[in-house]
Nanobody, 125 residues
């Protein structure tokens, strides 16, 4: 079993930055891959970043490339999402997800076994 707890959400103005954290506990092999998803009202949940927790290699949705960075601190069992140059369209509930194997495609919710409760990010213009 894996537990994921997100934190760090809040309200910022466009152009600002936030850093989200996802603290994980439970079986390490169950979270070989971790991802950040977001869901805006009335829209599907979409993946924005994914990281291989063994290699540290990450990938991003085109909408956030160059603005968001996913990283990890293995000693703290925590994955981060640094969000810079935030835009109003980044407003959403952000969720952390984990899986033992790499879901394809990673940016869809299918294949992700564990989810956090979410943290709200609001970007005003």
């Amino acid at each position: 079993q894996v537990q994921l707890v997100e934190s760090g959400g809040g309200s910022v103005q466009a152009g600002g930055s936030l850093r989200l954290s996802c603290a994980a506990s439970g079986y390490t092999y169950s979270r070989n891959f971790m991802a950040w998803f977001r869901q805006a009202p009335g829209k599907e949940r979409e993946g924005v970043a994914v990281i291989n927790t063994n290699s540290g290699i990450s990938d991003y949705a085109d909408s956030v490339k160059g603005r968001f960075t996913c990283s990890q601190d293995n000693a703290k069992n925590t994955v981060y999402l640094q969000m810079n140059s935030l835009k109003p369209e980044d407003t959403a509930m952000y969720y952390c997800a984990a899986a033992p194997s790499f879901p394809r495609p990673w940016y869809r919710i299918y294949g992700w076994n564990y989810w956090g409760q979410g943290t709200q990010v609001t970007v005003s213009s």
